[in-house]
């Protein structure tokens, strides 16, 4: 069943029977017919040349220890540095954390930013901070949800609103489970907020590593035969003969392309084929990790390889984890945890879908990012743990027009405050759209017709190849 989040309805009041117009709005609902106000795409004379045709964001929800990452602190007090040393790396003077010794051996292929800042310390508004470029209103506001004044569009949603590639396969994709609060309320920053329905990243809510693994997204229901499918296709017909009739309804200019692209999807090979892992070698889905991480992470190099421009992963919060320290936020026991739950899944996943691309040719024009909201505190505390800290982390960029093997960045010894090349979300934000051809000044129109530019930050022009 085509499950898409487009739920306005189209009212119409001649001709058709309530229920038709139900259901014929719905499915024009998920073909992307969203009402409001359609921005516009105001670009400078000459853009960025494109050096990222793609890019895969690996999110890793709860905030990885900068210290027993990215940047280890060997020197500082056994409270600080952790259990966890230094090891080499494929370039000389670059080490990073033992506990990632596959990515150890790819550190030619990344460029790592030690001096990330969000200032904000609590999950939901420094991750919509992360995932919008925009900060929160007000910072360390925890448990956030979406909604004015924090309504920024996620980064895949203006590239979405921006592309003009045709394609079958929608432009930004986000899998496999949403980031959500410790409430279960939805973190802000993950959608097209006001940009309206037509830029929302579609949402795969799948579990790749589950056996015989499906997207329900490109699977009609089981009681729908292609005999309803067909009478469904008449009804919309009919509901495109009365949008003519509304001269100058952008709906009505847009409907047939739009509801001929959903039908297409349906029955197209080619997407039912961008989302069967089962196509997959055993040995590559093996190399990826049977995880839902890892196969996450393979499926999202098959829908890149499918057209798709920007996909969103995100390390999500699964039902079977530790209420006092989840996912990444290892407030307790973080020794163990990184030993044994997140960094081997890590370390085996990131460094597949690196070999992955190379190998196909395709690394030089992928972007891959991996990063979180924010970092760990400078101190162990007594139960083992470490608490949220947004001023200073870690992340790491490759590919797709980023100098490997350079760090780019210094934080102090304690790993707890920015020394040098300080960068916040914004910068982040302008540098991926940057490199995926995309002027970072580009202005969209708001909801209120406002332009507004679509990064308020600076390319981070030292990791640029």
Known sequence: MLNIYDRYAVRLCEGMSRRAVLRAGTLAGALGLAG?????????DKGPPVRAKRCIVLFLMGGPPQHSTWDPKPHAPAEVRGEFGPITTSVPGIHICELLPQMAKRAHHLAILRAVVTGD?????????????????????ENANPGAPNNWPTLGAVVQHLSTRPSLLPKAVRLPLHI????????????????????????????????NFRVPQFQLQADVSLDRLGSRRRLLQQLESQLRRMEQDPLARQFVDLRDRGFEILSSPQARAA??????????????????FGQSVLLARRLIEAGVQYVHV????????PPQAPVWDTHVGESKRLKTVLCPPLDQAFSALLDDLEQRGLLEETLVVCMAEFGRTPKIYRNGGRNHWGHVFSIVMAGGGVQG?????????????????????????????????IDPHTRIRDPLDRELPISHGKVIRDILA
């Not at 609590?122 to 360390?140: D, E, I």
């Not at 089962?278 to 839902?292: A, I, M, S, T």
């Not at 995100?314 to 984890?321: H, Q």
């Open 405 to 437: 093997g350079i760090v780019h960045g210094e934080s102090d010894s304690q790993g707890a405050y920015p020394v040098s090349g300080v960068v916040h979300p914004e910068d982040i934000a302008a540098t991926i759209f940057y490199l995926m051809g």
């Open 121 to 141: 310390n609590a999950h939901s508004s420094s991750g919509y901070y992360m995932l919008t470029g925009v900060p929160h209103v007000p910072k360390n506001f």
């Open 314 to 321: 995100n390390w999500y919060r699964g039902p079977d984890e």
């Open 180 to 211: 959500f609060n410790t409430d279960g309320s939805v973190w802000p920053g993950q959608t097209a907020g006001w940009l309206g329905h037509r830029a929302e990243p579609w949402y795969f809510r799948c579990l790749p590593a589950e056996k």
């Open 36 to 44: 409001g106000i359609l921005t516009q795409r105001a670009q400078a």
């Open 275 to 292: 989302v069967d892992l089962n196509r997959e070698p055993k040995q590559v889905r093996d190399r990826y990790g049977w995880n839902q």
